[in-house]
């Protein structure tokens, strides 16, 4: 089955720098690819995602990339602020009924002010 | 991710008790699905249900169970709970059910505890 791999597991930057967080699936046939932050207590709250006609999607200060052929797929933050502190969740999925999302373990962001 | 409901918030069962849990999808949503959310882990996924049909399982025991109803709305179900069971258990809905063309929000979670 798909397997999500996902790193680094503990990020730290300074407000107002770059956040990159990189994923890796197993499984080619895997189509969409939806990115999740989690704060602490909270639901997790879909950010951005990714289907695989597309190799990049941007929204503001987030941005989404994917390799298809390396099958990796990685989350951009620019201009990070303190309320992006949270744990981030990437995930994969084929897509069909049934083909359920596997998640990585995920990354928690701290933003220092 | 407005509008998925799920009931109650927080629960404390102990070994070998039966629990149920409750969940609304957002109104207009036909797909229900329940994943386990162990602390410190991404939420692992346990039943997807469209049209009242079960479409995935994950893999879990047969202790899990769940179903959906006609107003789309869903229970899932653990039996003879264990202690490993202590979880946030996570709804999620979307419209169809389908990854590809629409999009799965989260309900805010059950707390289990199991002592």
């Known amino acids: 089955g798909e397997n999500v791999e996902q790193h680094p597991s503990t990020l730290s930057v300074q407000e107002g720098d770059s956040a990159v967080i990189k994923c890796t699936y197993s499984?080619?046939?895997?189509?969409?690819f939806p990115w999740y932050k989690q704060e602490l207590g909270k639901r997790p709250q879909l950010i951005i995602d990714?289907?695989?006609?597309?190799g990049e999607k941007k929204d503001q200060r987030i941005a989404v990339t994917l390799n298809k052929t390396a099958k990796h797929f990685s989350l951009h933050i620019t201009e990070t602020q303190p309320e992006d502190s949270a744990v981030y969740f990437c995930?994969?999925?084929?897509?069909?009924?049934?083909?359920?999302?596997?998640f990585g373990p995920g990354t928690r962001l701290s933003v220092l002010p | 991710d407005a509008g998925v409901t799920q009931s109650p918030t927080h629960l404390i069962k102990t070994r070998g008790q039966h629990v149920t849990l409750r969940c609304s999808p957002i109104?207009?949503?036909?797909?229900v699905s329940w994943y386990q959310q162990v602390l410190g882990q991404g939420p692992q996924f346990i039943f997807q249900?469209?049209?009242?049909?079960?479409?995935g399982r994950g893999n879990f025991p047969d202790r899990f169970s769940a179903r959906q109803f006609p107003n789309y709305s869903s229970e899932l179900n653990v039996n003879a709970l264990l202690l490993g069971d202590s979880a946030l258990y996570l709804c999620a809905s979307s419209l169809s059910g389908l990854p590809v063309t629409d999009t799965q929000y989260f309900g805010p979670g059950t707390r289990l505890t199991v002592l």
């Open positions: 499984d080619s046939a895997s189509n969409y």
């Open positions: 249900y469209y049209e009242k049909e079960e479409r």
């Open positions: 109104s207009g949503h036909k797909s």
């Open positions: 995930a994969a999925s084929k897509g069909n009924y049934g083909q359920n999302f596997v």
């Open positions: 990714i289907r695989s006609n597309v």
